[in-house]
């Protein structure tokens, strides 16, 4: 018996390669099916805080959840409207910024030939390409706008999955070998996601509101849109907020020349260091625990495989990977591979007792 367990126990290291490279391959062909799940679970995550806030007030659970979706579902009818319109507008308009972009463009550089610079036409574009700022922004734009349109079913699927939020636990107890551990670790992995996921949705809420009325300030149009990619942006940490910055400033660009794009770059580095330097860092310090490295690997490999949702969801994936790790001693390494120094320091630490103990 022994041996043949030991048979299991003791497989070749390829075919732990095998298997994941088959579960990898798994998840990237059914990525149409999973990202509505995991959008779901993702609405279902942020949308938590208020009703648990409404919870500790004394309201009802179920009423709570109710209240929270109704609301909701009448915010996303007053504006879900206006944003799918204007979102289906600038899509059909790309060809025509794009062509005034190029004539920027072009003007610029006969100005810079004009004192003997030389720079060639074809040159820039093959290396700028054609415009693939807006191509990207209106590919990314539309998906957001087919997503507001199923919103609805997602924040309905979400309210159903947090009621029954208090079954879990006995439905886990019922199915784990060892469900004191796992429920220990689902909670520390959910009670992590859901913090880092609403100091994103509130950063992200304070910037896309922040850059829409700079814009509808300075008039320029879409402006309602060009907030919610910021704030959709916001949830892919480091690069989200630069990616999202480059069409808007081509657009500013186009409707209030360079000056224009000026003025609202120092409004944007303003709204950008604010939350991305100070009010983040403060608050996400305790709450995320990765590593600069593994967020961007993170962001790279989910993205290949589930896309742009991937992107967006890449940080609690990896985090919730991250704990799961630590609570083997065989994948504890791993755990420490995509934590901070904090954690590698602290794991040291503790390697040093033991050894003295």
Same mark, same amino acid.
């Given at each position: 018996?022994?041996?043949? =367990?030991?048979?299991?126990?003791?497989?070749?290291?390829? #075919?732990?390669?095998?298997?994941?490279?088959?579960?990898?391959?798994?998840?990237?062909?059914?990525?149409?099916?999973?990202?509505?799940?995991?959008?779901?679970?993702?609405?279902?995550?942020?949308?938590?805080?208020?009703?648990?806030? %409404?919870?500790?007030?004394?309201?009802?659970?179920?009423?709570?959840?109710?209240?929270?979706?109704?609301?909701?579902? !009448?915010?996303?009818?007053?504006?879900?409207? $206006?944003? $799918?319109?204007? *979102?289906?507008? #600038?899509?059909?308009?790309?060809?025509?910024?794009?062509?005034?972009? #190029?004539? !920027?463009?072009?003007?610029?550089?006969?100005? +810079?030939?004009?004192?003997?610079?030389?720079?060639?036409?074809?040159?820039?574009?093959?290396?700028?390409?054609?415009?693939?700022? #807006?191509?990207?922004?209106?590919?990314? +734009?539309?998906?957001?706008?087919? %997503?507001?349109?199923?919103?609805?079913?997602?924040?309905?699927?979400?309210?159903?999955?947090?009621?029954?939020?208090?079954?879990?636990?006995?439905?886990?107890?019922?199915?784990?070998?060892?469900?004191?551990?796992?429920?220990?670790?689902?909670?520390? !992995?959910?009670?992590?996601?859901?913090?880092?996921?609403?100091?994103?949705?509130?950063?992200?809420?304070?910037?896309?509101?922040?850059?829409?009325?700079?814009?509808?300030?300075?008039?320029?149009?879409?402006?309602?849109?060009?907030?919610?990619?910021?704030?959709?942006?916001?949830?892919?940490?480091?690069?989200?907020? @630069?990616?999202?910055? !480059?069409? *808007?400033?081509?657009?500013?660009?186009?409707? =209030?020349?360079?000056?224009?794009?000026?003025?609202?770059?120092?409004?944007?580095?303003?709204?950008?260091?604010?939350?991305?330097? *100070?009010?983040?860092?403060?608050?996400?310090?305790?709450?995320?625990?990765?590593?600069?490295?593994?967020?961007?690997?993170?962001?790279?490999?989910?993205?290949?495989?589930?896309?742009?949702?991937?992107?967006? %969801? @890449?940080?609690?994936?990896?985090?919730?990977?991250?704990?799961?790790?630590?609570?083997?001693?065989?994948?504890?390494?791993?755990?420490?591979? %995509?934590?901070?120094?904090?954690? @590698?320091?602290?794991?040291?630490?503790?390697?040093?007792?033991?050894?003295?103990?």
């Amino acid at each position: 018996m022994s041996e043949s =367990n030991s048979k299991y126990t003791k497989m070749h290291p390829m #075919f732990y390669v095998a298997a994941t490279v088959i579960v990898i391959a798994g998840i990237k062909i059914g990525a149409p099916i999973i990202n509505p799940i995991l959008m779901a679970v993702f609405f279902s995550i942020i949308i938590y805080h208020p009703i648990d806030w %409404l919870k500790r007030k004394g309201v009802n659970g179920i009423v709570a959840i109710i209240l929270v979706v109704f609301g909701l579902l !009448i915010v996303l009818a007053g504006l879900g409207d $206006t944003v $799918t319109k204007s *979102i289906i507008e #600038f899509s059909h308009n790309v060809p025509t910024y794009k062509e005034a972009l #190029f004539n !920027i463009r072009d003007s610029a550089l006969e100005s +810079l030939n004009d004192y003997g610079l030389h720079i060639s036409k074809d040159d820039i574009n093959k290396k700028l390409g054609d415009g693939v700022a #807006f191509t990207y922004a209106s590919r990314l +734009l539309t998906k957001i706008g087919s %997503l507001l349109g199923q919103i609805t079913l997602l924040i309905l699927v979400a309210a159903f999955i947090l009621g029954e939020t208090n079954s879990y636990p006995i439905k886990l107890k019922a199915v784990l070998k060892y469900p004191d551990t796992s429920l220990n670790n689902i909670t520390v !992995i959910s009670r992590n996601i859901r913090y880092y996921l609403g100091i994103k949705t509130l950063t992200g809420i304070i910037g896309g509101t922040s850059v829409a009325v700079v814009l509808f300030v300075m008039n320029v149009q879409y402006a309602i849109v060009w907030g919610l990619l910021v704030w959709v942006m916001r949830y892919i940490p480091n690069i989200g907020s @630069a990616i999202a910055a !480059i069409p *808007i400033f081509l657009f500013v660009l186009i409707q =209030n020349g360079f000056m224009g794009m000026v003025y609202f770059g120092l409004a944007f580095a303003f709204i950008n260091f604010t939350l991305g330097q *100070i009010i983040e860092p403060k608050f996400l310090a305790r709450g995320m625990k990765l590593s600069t490295l593994a967020v961007f690997l993170s962001l790279v490999f989910w993205g290949w495989i589930l896309g742009d949702i991937g992107m967006l %969801l @890449a940080v609690p994936i990896t985090m919730g990977m991250k704990i799961s790790l630590e609570t083997r001693e065989n994948s504890k390494w791993m755990a420490i591979m %995509l934590g901070s120094e904090k954690g @590698a320091k602290a794991a040291l630490n503790d390697k040093a007792d033991e050894i003295v103990d």
